[in-house]
């Protein structure tokens, strides 16, 4: 059967002078995404991407793995028809049979956009329901809650029938709007705060700090597969992973206490910040939300930003718990976030940290150790993982 894949690309049509940069970007990911699945053809018409299909493509693989790739709005498995009546009549009665036969009320919508085509939208609407019910007689028309609709597509380039469409993830082809390093925990906020920012067409770098032997192999594992998962949507990335133990040790040792959980921050976002100089990021990403942790407060969000020069992106600065878990729920990473381990921020924390730390305050504490020079020399054991 000759099926193919059309995909619509929604808000990339509105780039103007970009659009070209950004559908052929949006083709590149696609491509690399269903790497492996066999050969198709792609072509472009009208704001819409068709894959054919040759020989052996999987296409309810592809099927799937489309629904994750940022630029994609929607998308269907649809059959190209003859473009006369008496084709789209009779592909329209077979293609859809099994699916007619386990519905009870069914609608048809043709849209005709080649007006060359003889029949028009309501015309055909009327034909191809009559012959539906004909053929399916335990079948009834339902125009407001059908269970199945079949859309009939008469366009320029060709027929299209096809039923459901599904969503992709929307957003942009990432590529599209430069690159930011995201700072990756195995907790359930920063996969998600990355995805956004990915979801809007940044390349992004994850950079994960490890805390060893404090923290385990295990918690390092987590993150790398958290890393995976985001990277089906993504396309192949960089994680860094940080050694952090000195850093940590040296704030315990010589800083006060209640500052110990800020003073991290600001060691994470300095380094952070030195690594994107490195591989040409011009933003950072968290998965903060105010109020959420002590960390979290306005104050410290503030004395946290005051680290660096960059901006820190943060997605999730105003959503609920239960928006994030729901949202993470949704991306497939909740699962993996909720396995136990130990992350380097739970590590020698403070009873009673401080919520409204004062930036002179921080910064004479900073001082009394040489972090520039410990940040330096921990960027040099970096490690980095290409994730795909
Ligand atoms: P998450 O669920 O993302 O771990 P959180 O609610 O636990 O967030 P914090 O522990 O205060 O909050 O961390 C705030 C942000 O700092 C995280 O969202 C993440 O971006 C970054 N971060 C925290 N710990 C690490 C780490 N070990 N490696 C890299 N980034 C981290
Ligand atoms: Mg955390």
């Not at 103007?16 to 990911?29: A, P, S, Y």
């Not at 003859?82 to 009870?104: G, W």
């Not at 990915?198 to 404090?214: D, E």
Request: proline share 4%; with cysteine.
């Amino acid at each position: 059967m000759e099926e193919l894949l059309i995909v619509k690309y929604g808000e990339v049509v509105l780039k103007g002078n970009n659009r070209r940069e950004f559908v052929n970007t949006l083709i590149r990911n696609i491509r690399q995404v269903l790497a492996g699945l066999g050969r198709y053809r792609v072509h472009k018409a009208q704001a819409m991407l068709y894959l054919e299909p040759e020989e052996g493509f999987d296409l309810d693989e592809a099927a799937r793995r489309l629904g994750r790739v940022f630029g994609v709005h929607l998308f269907h498995r649809a059959k190209k028809v003859e473009k006369s009546l008496e084709a789209i009549r009779q592909d329209t009665v077979d293609y859809f049979s099994d699916d007619l036969n386990r519905s009870k009320t069914f609608k048809i919508e043709a849209r005709r956009s080649d007006k060359q085509f003889a029949h028009r939208s309501q015309e055909l609407n009327n034909i191809l329901g009559r012959d539906v019910g004909q053929a399916f007689p335990h079948l009834r028309v339902d125009v407001h809650h059908p269970d199945i609709t079949l859309y009939v597509n008469i366009r320029k380039e060709g027929v299209y029938i096809y039923r459901n469409q599904e969503r992709g993830p929307g957003g942009l082809p990432v590529g599209t709007g430069g690159r930011a390093t995201a700072l990756l925990s195995g907790g359930i906020d920063s996969p998600l705060a990355a995805w956004l920012i990915a979801r809007r067409g940044v390349a992004i770098n994850a950079l994960h700090f490890h805390s060893y032997p404090y923290t385990s192999e295990r918690s390092r594992k987590k993150v790398e597969q958290l890393a995976r998962i985001l990277a089906r949507y993504t396309g192949a990335f960089r994680l860094y992973v940080f050694p952090f133990t000195e850093i940590q040790e040296a704030i315990a040792d010589y800083c006060p206490k209640e500052q110990l959980t800020i003073l991290m921050r600001r060691m994470m976002m300095k380094s952070a910040e030195k690594l994107a100089a490195q591989n040409q990021s011009q933003a950072l990403v968290t998965g903060e939300s105010i109020g959420q942790v002590a960390s979290q407060t306005m104050e410290s969000l503030s004395v946290t930003d005051a680290a660096v020069n960059l901006p820190v992106f943060r997605p999730l600065i105003g959503m609920d718990k239960e928006e994030i878990i729901r949202y993470a729920r949704h991306i497939g990473t909740y699962e993996t976030s909720i396995q136990p381990h130990s992350d380097c921020c739970t590590l020698f924390v403070p009873k009673h940290p401080q919520t409204k730390p004062k930036l002179h305050h921080i910064e004479a504490s900073e001082k009394r150790v040489d972090f520039d020079g410990l940040i330096d020399k921990a960027l040099e054991k970096l490690e980095v993982e290409e994730v795909n």
